[in-house]
């Protein structure tokens, strides 16, 4: 089992910047593939951006490529999420995922754990 920890979420300007953490726990002897996800309020969970267990691979949304970069520090067991010129348009409640699954993975269906995800809040 696996659990994971959101943080640095908060409340930004538009055009500033944010870094989420996701701190992993539990069956940290292996590696795993890591997603972020995000829902807004009345909308459905949507991919943002994901990277392979040894962050040689990464994917993103078109929504937020170029802003956004995830990037992970295996050896603190921690996949971060740097959010720059962020939008009015980003706010939601950002989740960390992870999956045993080799490879990049837009799909939240492929992740087997998630954290209890994080508000972040951008505003005009």
């Known amino acids: 089992q696996v659990q994971l920890v959101e943080s640095g979420g908060g409340l930004v300007q538009a055009g500033g910047s944010l870094r989420l953490s996701c701190a992993a726990s539990?069956?940290?002897?292996?590696?795993?593939?890591s997603g972020w996800f995000r829902q807004a309020p009345g909308k459905e969970r949507e991919f943002v951006a994901s990277?392979?267990?040894?962050?040689?691979?990464?994917y993103y949304a078109d929504s937020v490529k170029g802003r956004f970069t995830i990037s992970r520090d295996n050896a603190k067991n921690t996949v971060y999420l740097q959010m720059n010129s962020l939008k009015p348009e980003d706010t939601a409640v950002y989740y960390c995922?992870?999956?045993?699954?080799?490879?990049?993975?837009?799909?939240?269906?492929?992740?087997?754990?998630w954290g209890q995800g994080t508000q972040v809040t951008v505003s005009s």
């Open positions: 995922s992870a999956t045993t699954r080799l490879g990049v993975w837009t799909i939240k269906e492929k992740y087997d754990w």
């Open positions: 990277i392979n267990s040894i962050g040689s691979n990464t």
């Open positions: 539990g069956r940290t002897d292996s590696t795993f593939a």
